[in-house]
């Protein structure tokens, strides 16, 4: 079946500019992650969403990264006002409910802020 | 302290060696556990579970003490694509809170 989804791949832009990044989890799973990784760097954990549950947003950096999911589908992770510092790859996980179900990893999008 | 503490390497090790990582978690409550694989530019893959009375997969062993709040990974008989970082995940919390290690690098060298 089909994997955990992410898009774009890669994006390029200016600092200072918005950016939107988008995850499709696999179907049926109802716990989804945002990670942040930057080069060389551990996964820094951003946000998490499980059902219709209050996500828990306790590792965004800054009032600039905002995340929404509809229900227990698509999943976006929004930059304002980018800066440099913020060029990592963006990583989305999904997994289903229960602690002992693994993640599943998307490709990534790879952030690059001019 | 961290929650989650892995020793960054690299391990170096030649082919065929037997190599062993450690990962500490800080957590007692920490419910379930995960060693990940991740290449060079890639996603993270699961590994293996961890399980309570250890596992083994192929020539790879998990174990899990509670008491001393560590996981292990064990590697036998070492292959060149082997070489890729090892994250250690642990999962704790009604909500499923999860958190990585930083991972540790192995390389296996010719």
């Known amino acids: 079946g089909a994997g955990v989804s992410q898009s774009p791949s890669n994006k390029v832009t200016e600092k200072g500019k918005d950016v939107e990044l988008r995850c499709d989890p696999i179907s049926g799973h109802t716990a989804l992650y945002w990670y942040r990784q930057r080069l060389g760097q551990g996964l820094e954990f951003l946000i998490y969403?499980?059902?219709?549950?209050?996500?828990?947003k306790s590792g965004l950096p800054s009032d600039r990264f905002s995340a929404e999911r509809t229900g227990e589908s698509v999943s976006t992770l929004t930059i304002q006002r980018t800066q440099q510092e913020d060029s990592a790859v963006y990583l989305c996980?999904?997994?289903?409910?229960?602690?002992?179900?693994?993640?599943?990893f998307g490709p990534g999008t790879r952030l690059t802020v001019l | 302290r961290k929650e989650v503490e892995q020793d960054p390497g690299p391990f170096n090790v030649p082919e065929g060696a037997t190599v062993a990582f450690n990962c500490t978690y800080s957590?007692?409550?920490?419910?379930?556990f995960f060693w990940y694989r991740q290449d060079c530019r890639k996603e993270p893959k699961l590994l293996m579970s961890v399980y309570s009375s250890g596992n083994e997969d192929g020539r790879f062993t998990a174990q899990l003490n509670r008491a001393s709040q560590y996981i292990s990974l064990l590697i036998r008989d070492s292959k060149l694509s082997d070489s890729a970082t090892y994250l250690c995940?642990?999962?704790?919390?009604?909500?499923?809170?999860?958190?990585f290690g930083t991972g540790t690098k192995l390389q296996v060298i010719p």
């Open positions: 969403f499980q059902g219709n549950s209050a996500p828990d």
């Open positions: 996980a999904s997994k289903r409910g229960g602690s002992y179900n693994e993640q599943f």
């Open positions: 957590n007692s409550a920490s419910q379930s």
């Open positions: 995940v642990v999962f704790s919390g009604g909500y499923q809170k999860v958190t």
